[in-house]
């Protein structure tokens, strides 16, 4: 901690992370898995292609019937077979002698070479009886997808600490793998403290306002892998948060997120209550200075975060988010990260690191530049709707200058 009270970003994320244990883990079928971390490498059940199979719709050929193949002097062949993709068949092909086939189908033994429909004289019109090669394959094995060319039995298609999306799952399923070995999903719960709340919609009265951080930390846990398990409120004054905490590890929770209650206020109703399970620091950070972490007795992490809405975004980014993947065996708990320059200048706070939420100006492709999606309050939530990255400046950056090149964390 530095003369000013103020800890490290790295420091506080640290202490957080020493905190985590992975969960446990579970097999479950592919089509359970989207959004799922890997714990357990995936490797190829069959050959990706199964088979030699053809690429085209056309004529399995033997390279050497058709090599000298043109449009002045055709190749005359005669179709002995007719493979649509999924026969089992493997006719045997002599001299002068064609299979017609179509995409995917199996290859024939005998066949070297695929000709498509586009390069004889019929086409698909003219293509069960004698054909007229008008243009020779390029070589052997011409338009034939091989065998394993993609992966071999047993290869490593996806390695641990993957999170599994479309793509991976079809590379799965591909490889006839039924099954894979994921991280269970955190449980979360997710408490707004603040006797100002009401839902959205309630009709206000004067001191109140919408209560619209559950939202955002709720899908930001989603987002992160995360089951939500408890939404709730509760008041400035009482005994509210520990009756939050009983609740969430009634129904298994890992870790109770808070929002607002942790400043320096006299109605700080997290610090008030709970400082004998949570250490409350000050980060060098901008918006989320005031921070909380501990654990209850029974072992749930309890993360305190300020309650200002981008003050909390920023902070569940920081904090929560890294161990949320932390605990799921994650690979990389780091949000991907681009350099572009600012196309508007912008004030920095002294001696703390920015976190400003960002519009990415993509009108140019050849040079995507980033504006503030907010006017810079914390409490100006409305600015998040519109925000698709954060600007990360260094605490030493006095001023953003427009056309300076910023760091940019990525979020969508």
Do not use: C
């Given at each position: 901690?530095?003369?000013d009270?103020?800890?490290?970003?790295?420091?506080h994320?640290?202490v957080?992370l020493?905190?985590?244990t992975?969960?446990e883990s579970?097999?479950?079928p592919?089509?359970?898995?989207?959004?799922r971390?890997?714990?357990?490498?995936v490797?190829?059940a069959?050959?990706?292609p199964v088979?030699?199979?053809?690429?085209?719709?056309?004529f399995?050929?033997?390279?050497e019937?058709?090599?000298?193949?043109?449009a002045?002097?055709?190749a005359?062949?005669?179709?002995v077979?007719d493979l649509?993709?999924?026969?089992?068949?493997?006719?045997?092909?002599?001299a002068?002698?064609?299979a017609?086939i179509?995409?995917?189908?199996?290859v024939?033994?005998?066949?070297?070479a695929?000709?498509?429909?586009?390069?004889?004289a019929?086409?698909l019109?003219?293509s069960?009886?004698?054909?007229?090669?008008?243009?020779?394959?390029?070589?052997?094995g011409a338009?034939v997808?091989?065998?394993?060319?993609?992966?071999?039995?047993?290869?490593?298609?996806l390695?641990?600490?993957?999170?599994?999306?479309?793509w991976?799952?079809?590379?799965?399923?591909?490889?006839?793998v039924?099954?894979?070995?994921?991280?269970?999903?955190p449980?979360v719960?997710?408490?707004?403290?603040?006797?100002?709340?009401?839902?959205?919609g309630t009709?206000?009265?004067?001191?109140?306002?919408?209560e619209s951080?559950?939202e955002l930390l709720?899908?930001?846990?989603?987002?992160a892998?995360?089951?939500?398990?408890l939404r709730?409120?509760?008041p400035d004054a009482?005994?509210?948060?520990r009756?939050?905490i009983?609740?969430?590890e009634?129904?298994g929770?890992?870790?109770?997120?808070?929002?607002?209650?942790v400043?320096?206020?006299?109605?700080e109703?997290?610090?008030?209550?709970?400082?004998?399970?949570?250490?409350?620091?000050?980060?060098?950070?901008q918006p989320?200075?005031p921070?909380?972490?501990?654990r209850?007795?029974?072992?749930?992490?309890?993360f305190?975060?300020?309650?200002?809405p981008v003050?909390?975004?920023?902070?569940f980014?920081a904090?929560?988010?890294?161990?949320?993947?932390?605990?799921?065996?994650?690979?990389?708990i780091d949000?991907?990260?681009?350099v572009?320059?600012?196309a508007?200048?912008?004030r920095t706070?002294?001696?703390?690191t920015q976190?400003?939420?960002?519009?990415i100006?993509?009108?140019?492709p050849?040079?995507?530049?980033?504006?503030?999606a907010?006017?810079g309050?914390?409490?100006?939530?409305?600015?998040?709707?519109?925000?698709?990255a954060?600007?990360v400046?260094?605490?030493a950056?006095e001023?953003?200058?427009?056309?300076?090149?910023?760091?940019?964390m990525?979020?969508?």
């Amino acid at each position: 901690m530095s003369g000013d009270g103020l800890i490290e970003i790295a420091e506080h994320l640290a202490v957080v992370l020493r905190a985590v244990t992975e969960l446990e883990s579970a097999t479950v079928p592919v089509a359970a898995a989207r959004g799922r971390t890997l714990r357990e490498p995936v490797r190829a059940a069959v050959d990706i292609p199964v088979f030699d199979n053809s690429a085209m719709d056309g004529f399995a050929v033997r390279l050497e019937d058709v090599a000298d193949a043109s449009a002045a002097a055709p190749a005359t062949l005669r179709v002995v077979a007719d493979l649509p993709a999924g026969t089992g068949d493997d006719p045997p092909l002599a001299a002068g002698e064609a299979a017609r086939i179509m995409t995917g189908a199996p290859v024939p033994t005998d066949a070297t070479a695929i000709v498509p429909f586009e390069d004889t004289a019929g086409g698909l019109d003219d293509s069960l009886d004698r054909i007229a090669v008008l243009r020779a394959p390029r070589g052997p094995g011409a338009h034939v997808r091989r065998r394993g060319e993609d992966a071999r039995t047993g290869d490593e298609l996806l390695p641990a600490g993957v999170v599994l999306g479309s793509w991976q799952l079809a590379a799965a399923a591909a490889a006839g793998v039924a099954e894979v070995t994921v991280s269970r999903m955190p449980r979360v719960a997710v408490v707004s403290t603040g006797s100002e709340l009401v839902a959205p919609g309630t009709p206000l009265e004067h001191g109140q306002i919408p209560e619209s951080n559950s939202e955002l930390l709720a899908g930001l846990v989603a987002d992160a892998g995360g089951e939500v398990v408890l939404r709730v409120s509760v008041p400035d004054a009482g005994d509210g948060p520990r009756e939050a905490i009983a609740a969430a590890e009634l129904l298994g929770a890992d870790v109770v997120v808070f929002s607002g209650g942790v400043s320096a206020g006299a109605y700080e109703v997290v610090k008030n209550t709970l400082g004998d399970a949570m250490a409350f620091t000050k980060v060098r950070m901008q918006p989320g200075k005031p921070q909380g972490f501990g654990r209850s007795p029974a072992g749930t992490l309890l993360f305190g975060l300020p309650g200002n809405p981008v003050s909390a975004a920023v902070s569940f980014e920081a904090f929560v988010r890294p161990a949320l993947l932390r605990m799921q065996g994650r690979a990389s708990i780091d949000r991907p990260a681009i350099v572009l320059p600012a196309a508007a200048g912008w004030r920095t706070p002294p001696g703390r690191t920015q976190y400003l939420p960002i519009v990415i100006d993509r009108s140019d492709p050849a040079r995507w530049t980033v504006v503030p999606a907010t006017r810079g309050g914390s409490h100006l939530a409305g600015g998040l709707g519109r925000a698709e990255a954060y600007a990360v400046v260094p605490a030493a950056v006095e001023t953003v200058e427009p056309g300076d090149l910023v760091d940019v964390m990525l979020i969508s």
